[in-house]
């Protein structure tokens, strides 16, 4: 799979990815949210799992539409990494894996320079396997405070490209934060097909 194009196309696929609490939902469909929090450092994950069936498959193009459980039709153009693509077949059911997470620390009077720098990787089934393919991305941004409200919780950042307004809710954590120090925020974001058995609806 291309891998931005990919994990936009497998975003419309899953619908509205609006971080939910954990729960169990039609189709296959499972999602679930974490919080964790430490004294200048806050971590949200969420992760997602559907089972989609395929309509249509071009093995000769290296293409596959995909229809998600609340009807959403998806064609996704796969690369070299998914390999096997000649096995699947229309009507087969493939589980899609969907992860992302944001890490936000603080640096207390960080001297590094604004930056966002992003990187990627892509992994494939094994050459005779079950069809399948993984890409995930990373992006690093540091990013200067350079304002600070208590009333309303904003923290203001200035990245390398623009600025922002950052709400913080816990009142402790917003105490840490001083104008001249910095954030790094990394984010993640994953997604894996894999066509595998999946049991029938009663």
Known sequence: MTQRLSILAVSALLGALALPAVAQKTGGDTSGATMESSPGKATLRHE??????????????GSVTLK?????????????????????????QVRVRYAEALSLTL???????RSAKGASETTRAPAGGKPGGAVGEQVTVVADVIAVDAKTHQVTLKGPNRTVDLYVEDP???????????????????VAVTVEPVAAKK
């Open 68 to 92: 998600g459980p609340k009807g959403n039709v998806v064609p996704l153009t796969v690369g070299p990494e998914v390999r096997n693509l000649a096995q699947v077949k229309v009507g087969d």
């Open 107 to 113: 640096k207390k009077e960080g001297k590094e320079l």
């Open 48 to 61: 997602r799992t559907i089972v989609a069936t395929v309509e249509e498959v071009d093995a000769a193009k």
């Open 172 to 190: 402790e954590q917003l105490k840490l934060i001083k104008v001249g120090d910095q954030i790094e925020a990394v984010y993640t974001q994953a």
